[in-house]
């Protein structure tokens, strides 16, 4: 089984609740790191403009580009779901490694901290929240229900299979764990 997000574009109005909610469940305070960010896509010209957000976190891909290039085999997916995880005591670290994950990763996930050195660290899937039964701590934050989170399978069918939306494209080659409902630009 594979876990992954949805996302639903149309409904996301910016209001950065999943980012807060993520920053203050992980008990993030360098604000040089955010699991999860959210990035605004503004288009067009008045009287035809288009306004879009999107809402991203590690993917959890099936093919982590990031577990390639790690040196020290930090990073790793777990067989049971699908969830990357990292291993900070085995990360070598920003300086000693160059953030090869970083650079691997198409969505640029990888987060390092402020600190010398600083140690890697992405999006758990709140792996301590779904033990407990529970949504991750964006999915559950999010005021207007445009996140859900699941097996892909199960997302797809209940979503559809939509990959792809404004500001967001799918990367065959690690083919990310997620659906999207892409929010649809309307002319006139």
């Not at 910016?14 to 699991?35: F, K, L, P, R, S």
């Not at 976190?57 to 990073?75: L, T």
């Not at 049971?80 to 090869?100: K, Y």
Request: hydrophobic share 40%.
């Amino acid at each position: 089984m594979q876990m992954g997000f949805y996302f639903d574009q149309s409904r996301c109005t910016g209001c950065y609740a999943c980012t807060v909610a993520c920053n203050d469940w992980h008990d993030i305070q360098d604000g040089a790191v955010c699991w999860r960010r959210v990035i605004g896509l503004e288009q067009g010209a008045f009287p035809d403009v288009f306004v879009a957000y999107v809402s991203l976190s590690c993917n959890h891909c099936e093919d982590p580009a990031c577990a390639r290039a790690c040196p020290a085999g930090a990073i790793s997916k777990r067989a049971a779901d699908g969830i990357m995880v990292v291993d900070r005591l085995a990360c070598l670290g920003s300086q000693a490694c160059g953030m090869f994950c970083r650079e691997a990763c198409p969505y640029g996930v990888p987060q390092f901290g402020s600190e010398a050195n600083a140690k890697m660290q992405l999006c758990t899937f709140c792996l301590d929240r779904l033990a407990a039964g529970r949504k991750p701590a964006c999915v559950d934050a999010c005021p207007m229900r445009a996140l859900d989170c699941g097996s892909v399978a199960e997302l797809a069918e209940k979503y559809g299979d939509c990959r792809t939306a404004a500001g967001f494209v799918y990367s065959p080659k690690t083919r990310p764990a997620i659906i999207i409902k892409p929010r649809v630009r309307r002319s006139g």
